[in-house]
């Protein structure tokens, strides 16, 4: 066997990290989506403050991500945002106090126009909703006008969140991602949207906030597979239900201290994330987008080999080098 695996390693760095019998070629990182597009890398920046307008996810794009999923929106209701946009705890962690987007469908869409054009190789998607409260023909038409909207929009995917971790109006619709009934009725209405072809994928947002993901997840399934001409898969998962105790802005309060309810994210819910993915081991033939708590480059490597299924022959064929945190994922190709 000849023996030629010597150079590889960082060459930012410019280490040389000698391991022998590898010959190491860095890792397509190409990804498909569906079977709708292939992507430059798996790395889509998810619904949040960071993908609320043009601007924010332009930025996003040159800088190398692979697609944006622009802020959750609706049309014509009445979007409260307080004060506090966004809690921060620590460098790692953030959370959401602010719902969803104060803008428009229609902004939205417009935004999606100019950067598919701009950005013809990403993903560009749009994030949306309906009601979860009243007649359930009521509640149907409304996921079913947000979804078509965004189809006949333009967005290249829509995501569909099914947990708001910040709480609702305590009906059973609030917590539609934790019940298996509710969760299923929603898929079904979104995936029987007039407007929704093979072409726009959906996603649907589950939460880590509860104890059998699995259950929920295998009856979502069941669901999404009632519709072979559709494409559909899930998100897992999404901020995490928390309390952040802040210092208050608020005068002459005799405790200093506010409790705001926030959905947190980063750092601090990977570990919760890690499991859910974890233990959608035996969930076969669905696409899951890894959600929750990827801030560095080896939480995003270990999201990639958990979401191969922990199939151990296929991670022998990866080699994960760290060098001064700076993860690169190799292929290992056995020399012959
Ligand atoms: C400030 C903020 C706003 C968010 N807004 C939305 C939203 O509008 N729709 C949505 O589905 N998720 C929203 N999220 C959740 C994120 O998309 C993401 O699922 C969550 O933050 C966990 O991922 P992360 O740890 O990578 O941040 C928001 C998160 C934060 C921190």
Redesign the pocket.
């Given at each position: 066997m000849e023996n030629k695996g010597q150079q590889k390693s960082s060459r930012e760095h410019g280490h040389e990290v000698q391991l022998q019998g590898y010959d190491f070629t860095p890792a397509d990182l190409k990804t498909q989506v569906f079977k709708t597009k292939v992507l430059p890398n798996p790395f889509v920046l998810?619904?949040?403050?960071l993908t609320?307008g043009y601007h924010e996810c332009k930025k996003a794009l040159d800088a190398g991500w692979a697609g944006v999923?622009l802020?959750?929106a609706f049309d014509g209701i009445p979007i409260h945002i307080p004060n506090h946009?966004?809690?921060r705890m620590g460098n790692e962690?953030?959370?959401?106090?602010?719902?969803?987007?104060g803008r428009s469908l229609d902004q939205v869409i417009a935004d999606i126009t100019k950067l598919k054009a701009e950005y013809p190789d990403r993903l560009i998607a749009g994030?949306t909703g309906g009601p979860v409260f009243g007649e359930d023909s009521f509640c149907k038409n409304g996921w079913q006008k947000n979804i078509g909207k965004l189809c006949t929009g333009g967005a290249e995917l829509v995501?569909l969140?099914l947990s708001c971790?910040q709480g609702g109006d305590s009906s059973e619709g609030s917590i539609a991602a934790q019940s298996v009934a509710q969760s299923c009725k929603i898929v079904r209405w979104a995936l029987e949207t007039p407007e929704l072809t093979k072409k726009v994928p959906l996603l649907f947002?589950m939460t880590a906030a509860c104890t059998s993901v699995e259950t929920i997840i295998k009856a979502v399934q069941k669901v999404i597979e009632e519709y072979p001409e559709k494409n559909a898969g899930i998100?897992m998962?999404?901020?995490f239900p928390a309390v952040d105790i802040k210092q208050t802005v608020r005068p002459n309060r005799a405790y200093p201290y506010d409790a705001i309810v926030v959905?947190?994210?980063?750092?601090h819910?990977?570990p919760i994330?890690n499991l859910s993915l974890t233990s959608l081991f035996n969930v076969q033939n669905l696409q899951i987008s890894g959600?929750?708590?990827?801030?560095d480059n080896k939480s995003a490597a270990d999201f990639q080999i958990i979401q191969q299924k922990v199939d151990h022959n296929e991670v022998k064929k990866y080699i994960i080098i760290d060098i001064n945190n700076n993860i690169i994922i190799y292929r290992k190709n056995e020399i012959k």
């Open positions: 998810s619904a949040s403050p609320d999923i802020k959750t946009y966004m809690s962690s953030h959370a959401n106090c602010d719902n969803v987007s994030s995501e969140s971790p947002k998100t998962a999404n901020s959905g947190l994210g980063g750092a819910v990977l994330s959600n929750g708590g990827v801030v």
